[in-house]
């Protein structure tokens, strides 16, 4: 019977969410509705695409003078959009006023505080550990999620205990219903009797229950991932609880949401409220944590310019599995069902958006041998666009999207691939964040191309073959030197044991218990 109730009380909660966000952005919601029912493959358009396209409405701002209110929110120009809606006539502020609502709602989300960490002042042997995350396998397959897993998992009898708790209302704010059953390692939801809405109300109901959890759970360290969000609550309750924090910086929420724009809107984004005040509150969040974990030497540096403490950092980079080996079990399966036991297979593992640079990779097919077929596994919101793509280039037959795989059949499909394929565009983001895709390639003996990105230069180690951003044609070169000449590309056991799990578990460990000892 309670199993009934809590099912109940889960639909409840995720009608309210979707009430609130179809209240809010109704075009939107609808937009995510449609994906979720029908597949990106079967919508037209998308959010990024959209986005993009909001050049036309720059170049027509700067013919009129005027600029369109929803160009102003699409950019994070906050501050213009009320100075053009206070000069709206009364019909004009009656038909934008749920606009208005919005922008309110998208400001508020900055006025959060973000607290200053410390060690703690009563000292433990082994540490007991929150770890709060935005969201986790199996509902979310990202390497976000993935590194996750691996890093819960790399903590086993290291540490006294591990409580993993995710963000308020999920996995019910992504569509799905939670079940125990498929938890990859023990997760906390933070879900509500009742939904609430308004920012603020969401936030002091989830600092309420992270500390009862904590208080419950004895936990003597935080640690939490981007974005700033998650920084200003965490914060909060340590300082509630008198805890040190730990903040992992796993990406550049400003700076990828700064990729979705085409180069002629960029400075006008980069130099909006949005922008900057979210790039301003993440550095705060580094600046005031106990201690910062960070995926790269290049984040490292870059903080460190930024005036971030070097004795706070941390390197912690993704990682792969002790002895990784290829499934060439499974990927004879699949080679199999797909019909392309005799070709070769380039392609990558990846979420389908514009900054993974995908149209690039689909461009250089017809340049490419017959003999050789793309397979991308993953989806987002560019499949609909590069299925489209595929049929205007007359290759279709040639590209197979694969869609999103189990997490306990992934390694099949990456042992499928005689060249993995990284082509990111080049963006801010790109060149600063390492992604987990390319070491798991390597780790399996795969040749890898990729961008010549700062970036992946690094989580590389330079064995791969490197192509400029967003040149199809020196792509499909790249691609045919590595299927010629594959051994020439492939990463040293000996640099690729240094990048583990368990290393990363070990580096955990030991910081938690110094930020555990009374300083």
């Not at 591990?162 to 799905?176: A, F, I, K, N, W």
């Not at 999103?404 to 059949?409: A, D, G, I, V």
Request: aromatic residues 10%.
């Amino acid at each position: 019977m309670k199993s009934v109730f809590r099912w109940l009380n889960y639909v409840v909660v995720a009608a309210a969410f979707s009430v609130e966000k179809f209240i809010m952005e109704p075009e939107r919601f609808a937009h995510q509705v449609k994906q979720r029912i029908f597949g990106y493959q079967a919508v037209k358009g998308s959010r990024s695409k959209d986005i993009a396209g909001s050049h036309y409405a720059l170049g027509w701002s700067k013919l009129t003078g005027v600029k369109p209110l929803q160009f102003l929110i699409e950019t994070g120009n906050y501050q213009e959009f009320d100075s053009a809606y206070s000069k709206l006539s009364l019909v004009g502020k009656i038909i934008y006023f749920r606009k208005f609502i919005l922008v309110r709602a998208k400001r508020k989300q900055f006025d959060f505080k973000i607290y200053k960490g410390t060690n703690s002042i009563n000292g433990v042997r082994k540490p007991n550990v929150l770890y709060f995350v935005n969201n986790s396998l199996p509902y979310t397959q990202s390497g976000y999620t993935v590194r996750t897993a691996a890093s819960v998992d790399s903590l086993r009898d290291k540490i006294n205990s591990l409580t993993v708790v995710s963000r308020l209302g999920y996995p019910l704010v992504v569509g799905e219903i939670p079940d125990a059953r498929k938890h990859v390692h023990k997760l906390t939801l933070l879900v509500p009797k009742i939904w609430p809405f308004g920012e603020q109300k969401k936030y002091d109901l989830a600092k309420k229950m992270l500390i009862e959890i904590c208080r419950e759970q004895n936990i003597s360290v935080i640690q939490t991932t981007t974005d700033f969000k998650n920084a200003a609550l965490i914060s909060d309750v340590a300082g509630e609880l008198g805890i040190p924090w730990i903040y992992e910086i796993r990406g550049e929420p400003h700076n990828t949401w700064l990729s979705k724009f085409s180069d002629s809107v960029v400075s006008e984004a980069k130099k909006s409220f949005y922008y900057r005040g979210s790039l301003n509150l993440e550095l705060e969040a580094a600046k005031k944590a106990s201690a910062v974990l960070v995926l790269s030497k290049l984040s490292q540096k870059k903080l460190i310019e930024l005036g971030v403490s070097e004795s706070k950092l941390t390197i912690v980079p993704n990682a792969i599995e002790r002895d990784m080996k290829p499934d060439r079990r499974n990927a004879f399966k699949i080679r199999q069902k797909l019909g392309f036991q005799h070709k070769k297979i380039i392609g990558t593992v990846s979420s389908l958006v514009a900054y993974e640079g995908l149209e690039t990779l689909v461009r250089a097919i017809p340049l490419l041998d017959e003999d050789i077929q793309l397979v991308l596994v993953g989806d987002g919101e560019e499949r609909g666009r590069l299925s489209a793509l595929c049929r205007s280039l007359g290759v279709s037959d040639r590209v197979y999207f694969a869609g999103k795989q189990p997490r306990s059949e992934i390694q099949g499909w990456y042992s499928i691939f005689d060249v993995f394929v990284v082509p990111r565009t080049n963006s801010t983001v790109t060149r600063n964040v390492t992604p987990l895709k390319l070491l798991n390639a390597l780790a399996l003996g795969t040749p890898v191309v990729c961008s010549d990105l700062p970036a992946l230069r690094e989580v590389t180690g330079g064995y791969a073959k490197f192509v400029p951003p967003n040149s199809h044609s020196e792509l499909a070169d790249g691609i045919r030197e590595a299927i010629e000449a594959p051994a020439e590309l492939l990463a040293k056991r000996s640099w690729l044991d240094e990048k583990t799990w368990e290393a990363n578990g070990r580096k955990l460990a030991k910081l938690y218990e110094e930020l555990s000892t009374p300083s």
